[in-house]
């Protein structure tokens, strides 16, 4: 009976282990979230590595705050970026920008995270008002960014004392991004699928302010 006992304590310690660790395989993996757009879908990756930011974007998203949202600022071959409260009921024209929630976050930085093309990434106040960096609670910005050569990237760095790694370099004259934000905004997801999306409403035309003439709204949901 004893041996039954033990034996079955044994199957149960097994049994919970492999739940535990399923669990736990099911709990670090990246949340993934789509943002639909009279252009296209695109699909995006949140890094795990930036818990703080994942979280509370999730958070957002499941609030369907982002709903009907613009693409506020738009700059060729720099960045789209939208999340903006006051853009849902904004007049043609209005200047936007200034909108968030009353928090913000702390900077979650991390060096295999990088501006590269379809980064996504938590705007912020300039470091004269944020010297902490702390990120906007809901205003964001994918990159599209442009390529760059090595004689760019090393003057680059040579003005902004900064240290370009060779492997983010290859990507940067490959792919494309922007470098020059790297270690100053939270980088915290990357696209996966709808790049193309990204360039359609980069090319828009702005105003003065870099607001799209068209309103770009968006909606974000949840994918599994």
């Known amino acids: 009976m004893l041996r039954k006992i033990l034996y079955a304590a044994v199957l149960l310690t097994i049994i919970s282990c492999s739940a535990s660790k399923n669990a736990s395989v099911k709990e670090t993996r990246s949340k993934k979230i789509m943002i639909a757009t009279d252009y296209g879908n695109i699909v995006l990756k949140l890094y795990n590595k930036t818990p703080l930011h994942r979280d509370n974007f999730v958070k957002l998203v499941k609030e369907h705050f982002f709903d009907s949202l613009l693409f506020h600022r738009v700059i060729k071959d720099f960045m789209i970026q939208g999340g903006d409260p006051e853009s849902k009921h904004a007049k043609q024209g209005q200047l ?4 968030s929630l009353k928090y913000t976050l702390p900077p979650e930085f991390d060096t295999s ?5 379809g980064a996504l990434a938590a705007a912020r106040e300039s470091d004269a008002d944020n010297p902490q960096k702390r990120s906007s609670s809901t205003q ?3 990159v599209q960014g442009k ?3 090595d004689n760019q990237m090393n003057k680059m ?16 004259r490959t792919i494309g991004g922007d470098p020059f934000l790297d270690m100053n905004y939270t980088v915290f997801g990357e696209v996966i699928s709808g790049l193309d999306v990204i360039d359609k409403i980069a090319n828009e035309p702005t105003d003065e302010n870099n607001r799209p003439l068209k309103n770009i709204r968006m ?3 949840l994918v599994k």
């Open 113 to 117: 995270l990088f501006h590269k093309k």
């Open 157 to 172: 760095e040579e003005k902004l004392k900064i240290k370009i790694p060779e492997n983010h370099r290859q990507v940067y």
């Open 219 to 221: 909606k974000i949901t």
């Open 147 to 149: 390529t760059f050569t």
């Open 96 to 99: 936007l920008g200034e909108g």
């Open 140 to 142: 964001f910005y994918i």
